[in-house]
């Protein structure tokens, strides 16, 4: 369940990293909107989750040659479920093109980092202290 909580919260952190970035970087496609970021935020992330699972499961079945771009679908996918939601974020033009691919880029890589290295050691840590306790009851 903390893996679960872990990885969540680490989820909405680089969603809301790659989205401020996107929107500071690519600022004349994409805007940003302070009253409505953090809903942008939540359902960029909820949205994420969903539809990588679905869109993979299509590609493979459907399309496999394209199954090392499903992570680009699911967050061009998820980006403009986010947009749908008014006040949050919005994307025009080249931003369509550039934003999915920075905020892919920035959520997987910090993905890998957090989940992958820092999560993984506390999870590590925590374990060994589980082990010590007991052996010492």
């Known amino acids: 369940m903390i893996r679960f909580l872990l990885s969540t919260l680490s989820n909405l952190v680089m969603a809301a990293i790659a989205l401020l970035l996107a929107g500071w970087w690519l600022s004349e496609w994409v805007t940003l909107h ?31 040659a394209v199954l090392g771009g499903i992570g680009l679908v699911s967050t061009f996918l998820a ?27 920035v959520t997987a890589l910090g993905g890998w980092i957090i989940v992958g290295v820092v999560l993984k050691r506390y999870l590590e840590k925590r374990e060994k202290q589980r082990i010590i306790e007991r052996a010492t009851r």
Do not use: C, D
């Not at 403009?80 to 880029?105: D, M, Q």
């Open 34 to 64: 302070l009253g409505g970021f953090l809903i942008a935020v939540v359902v960029f992330t909820a949205a994420q989750a969903i539809l990588a699972p679905f869109v993979f499961n299509m590609a493979r079945k459907y399309a496999s």
């Open 79 to 105: 980006l403009w479920v986010a947009t749908l939601f008014n006040g949050g974020v919005e994307v025009h033009g080249l931003g369509w093109v550039l934003a999915p691919l920075l905020l892919w880029i």
